[in-house]
């Protein structure tokens, strides 16, 4: 059972930039594709962006297309997510998930495609 441990969120002004981080314990993330998701307050979660088991492909929201870079490391067991020019309608809590899908190519949109989850952590962007 692979456990997920989102950090790195906090209180930034609008403009500015964080880097959330995704620690896996319990299983290796390599084969398996990754995605992080947001909610905001009072409205569903919603995808942000998702990485290949290898890092090859990477997709990401309309709203944080060139504004955000999913990356990861196999060997740290980590899924980064680096948010830059942020506006505050990033503002809501970053879920990081991980599919069940070993070793494939496809890195999908929705939530119901990812079988674990971490706790999430809060990012608030000031306007």
């Known amino acids: 059972q692979v456990l997920l441990v989102e950090s790195g969120g906090g209180l930034v002004q609008a403009g500015g930039s964080l880097t959330l981080s995704c620690a896996a314990s319990?299983?290796?993330?390599?084969?398996?594709?990754m995605a992080w998701f947001r909610q905001a307050p009072g409205k569903e979660r919603d995808f942000v962006a998702a990485?290949?088991?290898?890092?090859?492909?990477?997709v990401y929201a309309d709203s944080v297309k060139g504004r955000f870079t999913i990356s990861r490391d196999n060997v740290k067991n980590t899924v980064y997510l680096q948010m830059n020019s942020l506006k505050f309608e990033d503002t809501g809590i970053y879920y990081c998930?991980?599919?069940?899908?070993?070793?494939?190519?496809?890195?999908?949109?929705?939530?119901?495609?990812?079988?674990?989850w971490g706790q999430g952590t809060q990012v608030t962007v000031s306007s």
């Open positions: 998930a991980q599919s069940p899908s070993k070793f494939s190519a496809a890195v999908p949109r929705t939530e119901g495609s990812y079988s674990h």
């Open positions: 990485i290949t088991w290898n890092g090859t492909t990477t």
């Open positions: 319990g299983r290796a993330i390599r084969p398996y594709p």
